[in-house]
């Protein structure tokens, strides 16, 4: 973990105060706010204990700022032909379709350093923005030192709403005025996935507003005389959770063929992903010269200059010049997802370097996480923790932090997990 800088009170409070923030009366309210959602509050804390931490991260208002403005600077660049050009040669014949939608709920993570927050990665379908939502309701000053910085924010009450209002953004975005009716939630095997819990979230405020909402598994679709069905019914829009960006498994062919025909509303959807998300963007977001050629403002280089970690593709050139500074370096591999088959260089054995030239990776310098100490069951411990800037068309609707303890976010342990950002005036 970084240093602390203790003149900075956002991190002075994330090393000195082990309070409880979090009111479980009020959690479980959030959470089963509808019948529909009875038990959910029982269920999460049987089965995912880890899930929500007891205490929230504090961030000082410049460091929320820089991620609103890197955000920002990074969808401008996203958004140039030069770049959309580089992103989807790299990308599957899927990736060239885009109907118009944005892509609900992408994820920016960062670490947050003394200097600043630092890109980590982008995720298109960043998941936990409806269970952040209810647990930074659900948030009480813990004590005297922090009481000025809990003060009502409207815009929480209103999160609902927003989210709502983006997924009637993209239904537009590609289908007009004509009336939304249906809408799938949809991953494999949903209800055994570990954020499952917020599925039901999602449905609830879905079907309160109006829409005919159902948590599906994509291999129960069907393509049926061009239309996409689930049960027999025809579907008009789909949340997409899947991991597989560019619907190449076959039990995803239902759901491919329907977005390939313009069939259905799909959000996120592997255009997004290959400009967004494919880790190959990386490399080309670190790489100064590069966006130069591509007529990056010099304020937008400048600004990605330091938020972007060098970023550089292992190969098999470079293989010994990166071993040799391995502790430098955090490895990625360039399909993966939530962490997996990710290596710390200073962590790495033969084998793993083995499997890295084996398969598919970039290579990112190395930004350690921030720490947050806590207290559980009276013994305090320094966990780490990231930022996941939730954000729709550049604009940020949420941010909340994740605390681990290991290499990377795992939602194993003790005192961790999801944790609202507290922001210090």
């Known amino acids: 973990?970084?240093?602390?800088?203790?003149?900075?009170?956002?991190?002075?409070?994330?090393?000195?105060?082990?309070?409880?923030?979090?009111?479980?009366?009020?959690?479980?309210?959030?959470?089963e706010a509808d019948a529909s959602l009875q038990g959910l509050d029982q269920d999460i804390a049987q089965t995912r204990p880890h899930l929500f931490s007891s205490t929230a991260v504090f961030m000082s208002a410049q460091v929320a700022k820089q991620i609103a403005q890197s955000v920002l600077a990074l969808e401008r660049v996203m958004a140039l032909p030069s770049y959309q050009q580089a992103a989807l040669a790299r990308a599957p014949g899927i990736a060239q379709q885009h109907f118009g939608p944005a892509g609900v709920f992408m994820g920016y993570d960062f670490h947050i350093t003394d200097q600043g927050p630092r890109l980590i990665e982008v995720n298109t379908n960043a998941g936990g923005a409806m269970l952040n939502a209810v647990l930074a309701r659900a948030q009480q000053a813990c004590c005297q030192a922090v009481d000025e910085v809990f003060k009502p924010n409207p815009a929480l009450l209103q999160l609902e709403n927003t989210f709502f209002d983006m997924f009637m953004a993209e239904w537009r975005s590609q289908r007009g005025d004509a009336p939304l009716r249906s809408i799938a939630i949809v991953d494999d095997t949903p209800d055994t996935q570990y954020l499952a819990p917020e599925f039901a979230l999602f449905r609830q405020m879905l079907q309160q507003r109006g829409l005919q909402a159902h948590i599906v598994d994509a291999a129960a679709f069907e393509w049926q005389a061009g239309q996409l069905r689930h049960a027999g019914h025809p579907v008009d829009m789909v949340y997409n959770r899947l991991t597989d960006f560019y619907l190449s498994e076959p039990s995803h062919q239902a759901l491919r063929q329907a977005y390939e025909a313009g069939a259905v509303v799909l959000t996120p959807h592997p255009h997004a992903h290959a400009v967004h998300a494919d880790k190959h963007n990386l490399v080309a977001l670190s790489d100064d010269a590069q966006l130069t050629q591509w007529g990056v403002s010099q304020a937008d280089r400048q600004l990605l200059g330091t938020v972007v970690p060098h970023t550089v593709v292992v190969t098999p050139e470079a293989a010994e010049t990166l071993w040799a500074q391995r502790r430098q370096w955090f490895f990625k591999p360039m399909g993966g997802f939530g962490a997996k088959g990710a290596y710390r260089g200073d962590k790495l054995t033969r084998r793993a370097w083995s499997d890295i030239l084996g398969g598919d990776f970039v290579a990112q310098a190395l930004v350690p996480p921030s720490g947050r100490a806590v207290s559980v069951d009276g013994v305090t411990s320094a966990l780490k923790f990231d930022v996941r800037a939730y954000t729709y068309a550049g604009q940020v609707q949420l941010m909340a932090a994740r605390m681990y303890s290991g290499?990377?976010?795992?939602?194993?342990?003790p005192g961790g997990g999801f944790a609202p950002i507290i922001v210090v005036p």
């Not at 002075?12 to 309210?29: E, I, K």
């Open 1 to 31: 973990m970084t240093q602390p800088d203790m003149t900075d009170p956002a991190q002075a409070l994330n090393q000195a105060c082990y309070c409880r923030t979090l009111n479980p009366g009020w959690l479980r309210q959030q959470l």
């Open 407 to 413: 290499q990377t976010t795992n939602f194993r342990t």
